[in-house]
C-alpha cells in the first residue's frame, strides 16, 4: 500500500511534465511566428538619394533555394559559369532563420533578420505583412523610377505594391510556373523605362522539398533549366548599359529543406555582370550587401535600415562618387542606430573598428545582445545549476542497482530516438529538416514510443523489476520515465539559459532553440506514453506471479 501514494505521485508528475512541455514548445513555436522587429512601428527615415547612376537598369535574378555548389558547375549551370566570367562573383553568405520571407526581406531591405522585420518563419499568403522597414523598391519609387516584379504571389504580400510599377505572380512553384514568370518579364524588357526588374525562379526550390533534394538528378535538371531561362533573359539586355545580378535566397539540405543554421543553406552564390561592374572574383559579401549595392548603382537613397555596405569595390564609382556613397552611409548608419535607441531605450555605444559599417553594426549586435540580456543569462544559468544540482544529488541519495539500469536505460532511450533522427533518417538538429509542425509531432511520437518501449524492456528485464510485485514494476517504470524527463531537460535548460524561456525582444540562437523543442515535443510524448507502458508492465508482473 506504502506504493500506491508514490506512484500517483510520480504519474501525476509525468502528467504534468507532458503538459508543461506541450505549453512550452507551443509557445516557443507562437513567440517565433510572432516575432516583429523592434524598429516595426519605429522605421529610421530615409537619407537623401545619391543621384548618380552607373547602369541604366538592374535585372535582378532571383534563383530561389539554389545552393552555391550547384550554382559552381558548369556542366550544370553553363550560363552562370560563363556570366560568372564576364562579370564579379563572390560567395555570399546569410543568417538563419534561413526561409524564404525571411530572406526576401534581408535582400530587399538590406536589414537582417532581427530588424528587417520580415516573418521569421515562412507564414501563409494571407498572413505575409508588408515590409514596415524601406526598400529597394520604395526607395525606387521615392526617385520615381519604375519597377517590376514577376515571381512568386509571396512578393505581392511583401513589398508595397504601390512602388512597383507592374507585376506577375504566381501561386506555381514548378518549371510551368518559371516559364509563365519568365514569358511575363520579357516584354518588360523591351521597357528601358523600367530601372528595376525582379524575376523570381522558383524551380530549384521546389525540386528541393519535392523532387528529392540536392542530391536528386532532378535537382541538377531543375538547375540546368533555371540557368538557361537566366541566359534568354540576359539575352535580352545590352550588358553595355545594363547590369544583370543573379543569387538565390537559401540553400538546401542534401536531402531538401532549409530554415537552420545548417552551413549549406546560409551560403549562395553573388553574380553581377554588366555595365558597372569590374569584373573578377572578390571576397565573400554579406546578403544584407546586396540591398544597398543595388541602391547606389541606380543613384537612389540607401534603404534606411540597411545594415551592409555598399561593394564599392566590385564596381565603377570614381574617389568622388565613392566619398558621396561613404557620406551617405555614415548619415543613413546614424540614423538607424537613433531609431533603434528610440525604439528599445538601448544605448548604442559604437567601438572604434575601422570601416563604418562594422563599427556601426558591431555596436547594434551588442546592443541587442546587451548588457541586460547578459545579466538575464546570469540569472537563468543560476536557475539551471540549481536545477541541475538538485537533480544530482537526488540520484547520489538513491543510487542502487536498479537505478544504474534506470540510467543505462535513459540513456539508451537517446540513442534510440538519435539513432533513428539522425543516423537512419539523416535528419539535421535544426529547422531545416523540419517539413512542418505536425510532421515533426508525428515523427517524434512514433519514434519516442519506439524507444521508450524497447528501453523499457532493457530496463525491467535488466532489473529483474517485471519479476517482482506489480507495484515495485509499477514504481519503477515511473521513476525510470521521470529519469528520462530529467535528462531530456538538459538542452531545454541550455536553450533557457541562452535565450530564455519563449523569443522576446531579439531571434533566438537557433541552433539550442532547435534542440529543445525537440526534447520538449520528446517529453510530452514520454509524460504519456511512461505511465502506460509502467501500467503494463504491471501487469505482465501481476500475471507472472499468478503463473
Not at 521546389?206 to 540546368?224: C, F, K, L, V, Y
Not at 555605444?349 to 547578459?374: C, F, H, K, T
Request: proline share 6%; net charge neutral.
Amino acid at each position: 500500500m506504502k506504493s500506491t501514494p508514490r506512484i500517483l505521485i510520480g504519474t501525476l508528475a509525468c502528467i504534468l511534465a507532458a503538459v508543461g512541455a506541450y505549453f512550452w514548445a507551443v509557445g516557443i513555436m507562437d513567440s517565433t511566428f510572432a516575432y516583429r522587429s523592434p524598429l516595426r512601428t519605429n522605421p529610421p527615415a530615409p537619407s537623401q538619394p545619391l543621384g548618380t547612376a552607373i547602369t541604366r537598369r538592374i535585372v535582378f535574378v532571383l534563383i530561389d533555394g539554389l545552393r552555391y555548389d550547384t550554382s559552381q558547375k558548369a556542366d550544370v549551370m553553363p550560363f552562370l559559369a560563363e556570366l560568372r566570367q564576364r562579370g564579379a562573383s563572390a560567395n555570399m553568405h546569410s543568417r538563419p532563420p534561413s526561409y524564404s520571407e525571411m530572406a526576401y526581406s534581408v535582400l530587399l531591405t538590406g536589414a537582417w533578420p532581427s530588424l528587417s522585420d520580415g516573418p521569421a518563419i515562412n507564414l501563409d499568403y494571407a498572413d505575409i505583412p508588408t515590409f514596415t522597414q524601406d526598400d529597394l523598391f520604395s526607395d525606387m519609387a521615392r526617385i520615381q523610377v519604375k519597377t517590376a516584379i514577376s515571381g512568386y504571389y509571396w512578393f505581392e504580400k511583401l513589398v508595397p505594391q504601390t512602388a512597383v510599377t507592374k507585376s506577375f505572380y504566381t501561386p506555381g512553384e514548378d518549371r510551368i510556373a518559371d516559364q509563365e514568370v519568365v514569358d511575363a518579364a520579357l516584354p518588360w524588357l523591351d521597357d528601358p523605362s523600367l530601372q528595376l526588374v525582379l524575376i523570381h525562379l522558383d524551380q530549384v526550390d521546389h525540386a528541393g522539398h519535392s523532387e528529392g533534394g540536392a542530391i536528386d538528378p532532378r535537382w541538377n535538371q531543375a538547375a540546368a533549366r533555371a540557368d538557361a531561362l537566366t541566359g534568354l533573359i540576359a539575352s535580352k539586355l545590352n550588358l553595355s548599359k545594363d547590369t544583370i545580378f543573379i543569387c538565390s535566397d537559401h540553400g538546401h539540405l542534401n536531402l531538401g529543406g532549409h530554415g537552420g543554421q545548417d552551413p549549406v543553406v546560409l551560403l549562395e552564390p553573388f553574380i553581377l555582370a554588366g555595365a558597372g561592374v569590374k569584373p573578377g572574383v572578390y571576397p565573400d559579401v554579406q546578403m544584407v550587401d546586396v540591398a544597398p549595392t543595388l541602391a547606389a548603382m541606380l543613384g537612389s537613397s540607401l534603404p534606411a535600415s540597411s545594415q551592409g555596405s555598399v561593394l564599392t569595390d566590385l564596381l565603377t564609382f570614381n574617389a568622388e562618387q565613392v566619398g558621396k556613397i561613404q557620406t551617405a552611409t555614415l548619415s543613413q548608419q546614424e540614423l538607424l542606430v537613433k531609431a533603434y535607441e528610440n525604439a528599445t531605450g538601448n544605448k548604442v555605444n559604437i567601438p572604434d573598428a575601422g570601416d563604418e559599417v562594422q563599427a556601426y553594426q558591431l555596436g547594434l549586435e551588442r546592443a541587442i545582445d546587451g548588457p541586460i540580456l547578459s545579466v538575464e543569462r546570469i540569472g537563468r544559468g543560476l536557475i539551471s545549476i540549481l536545477l541541475l544540482a538538485v537533480l544530482g544529488y537526488s540520484l547520489y541519495r538513491l543510487r542502487s542497482r536498479t537505478l544504474a539500469w534506470m540510467v543505462g536505460a535513459a540513456v539508451l532511450y537517446v540513442v534510440l530516438f538519435n539513432l533513428r533522427y539522425a543516423v537512419i533518417d539523416r535528419n539535421t538538429y535544426s529547422l531545416s529538416s523540419v517539413k512542418s509542425p505536425t510532421d515533426i509531432i508525428i515523427y517524434s511520437a512514433i519514434t519516442a514510443f519506439a524507444a521508450l518501449f524497447i528501453s523499457g524492456l532493457v530496463f525491467w528485464l535488466g532489473s529483474r523489476k517485471s519479476f517482482q510485485s506489480p507495484a515495485q514494476a509499477a514504481q519503477s517504470g515511473i521513476g525510470w520515465t521521470l529519469l528520462i524527463v530529467a535528462v531530456l531537460s538538459l538542452p531545454v535548460l541550455w536553450h533557457f539559459t541562452v535565450n530564455g524561456p519563449i523569443v522576446t525582444v531579439k531571434l533566438p540562437e537557433f541552433a539550442s532553440t532547435f534542440v529543445a523543442f525537440l526534447s520538449l515535443v520528446q517529453i510530452l510524448f514520454v509524460g504519456l506514453f511512461g505511465p502506460v507502458l509502467a501500467g503494463a508492465a504491471a501487469l505482465v508482473a501481476r500475471i507472472g506471479r499468478k503463473k
